[in-house]
């Protein structure tokens, strides 16, 4: 593929091998990747290193296994789609925990309201990535088998959807891809669920995919990674759109064929 750095030469930061082993024995992302894409995710979070630039918020301390991890969960997206898909971000802001930000809102009179909201993490479009390390941090969860999503999916996969020019829903399809058929897929599931928040039901994926098009996308990128049978079974169209998207069948792996 056609690195979107140009004429450039593409850099790598080079991650120590004890590092690197640490980070991915500690991500249930890596779990079940072969050799070869062990060491193809190394290559990305090595160029993904190099060319993004982190910043702790508040004096935090950003380390390397901090940048590591980040960087690892970052390029999983992108292991078989490519590093382009990454392009939409420069920066990656660490907060030690959640953080408040500023909202701005307009009523139907046109009234504009300011509040605050609680995030563990942040696409801001056109800028940086903002997440709460308590969050995107490595972890396994808990013994109860309960989903735990990620926000580092969360929030690159919007960077990813921004590429088309909006947090809409609609990353850069692979070519081949129909948008038509990704389009009746996504829209149907969204209003499948919308719907059934509505009615107060007990959603088959988390009901912040309710709050737009946009987190729909990124809720589902969450699932399709880290409970890919739980996406396939409440969404069979939208599964089948991600994994041809992603170049990854995670819910076979699961299975065990």
């Known amino acids: 593929m056609a690195g979107w750095i140009g004429a450039r030469r593409r850099r790598s930061e080079t991650i120590a091998e004890v590092l690197w082993r640490r980070v991915v024995a500690d991500l249930p992302l890596c779990d079940g990747l072969t050799v070869d894409e062990v060491a193809r995710l190394r290559d990305l979070a090595g160029r993904f290193l190099a060319e993004k630039r982190f910043f702790g918020a508040h004096g935090f301390d950003v380390t390397d296994y901090m940048r590591v991890a980040v960087a690892a969960q970052a390029c999983r997206l992108a292991l078989h789609l490519g590093y382009e898909y990454l392009r939409a971000c420069r920066t990656i802001i660490l907060y030690p925990e959640g953080f408040v930000a500023e909202r701005e809102s307009l009523d139907e009179d046109g009234i504009l309201h300011t509040g605050y909201e609680e995030l563990d993490g942040e696409a801001m479009y056109g800028g940086a990535v903002v997440l709460a390390w308590e969050e995107a941090r490595p972890w396994r969860g808990g013994d109860d088998g309960a989903f735990v999503g990620n926000v580092v999916l969360h929030e690159f996969a919007h960077k990813m959807d921004e590429l088309t020019g909006d947090h809409n829903g609609l990353p850069p399809l692979r070519r081949g891809m129909s948008v038509r058929n990704w389009s009746a897929a996504f829209s149907s599931a969204y209003e499948d669920l919308c719907a059934a928040v509505d009615a107060g039901e007990e959603p088959a994926i988390d009901d912040y995919a309710a709050a737009d098009p946009?987190?729909?996308?990124?809720?589902?990128?969450?699932?399709?990674?880290?409970?890919?049978?739980?996406?396939?079974?409440?969404?069979?169209?939208?599964?089948?759109?991600?994994?041809?998207?992603?170049?990854?069948?995670?819910?076979?792996?699961?299975e065990g064929t």
């Open 214 to 254: 946009a987190e729909f996308f990124s809720v589902t990128v969450e699932t399709f990674f880290l409970a890919p049978d739980v996406l396939k079974w409440a969404y069979p169209a939208v599964y089948a759109c991600l994994s041809e998207f992603f170049d990854e069948d995670p819910a076979r792996l699961e």
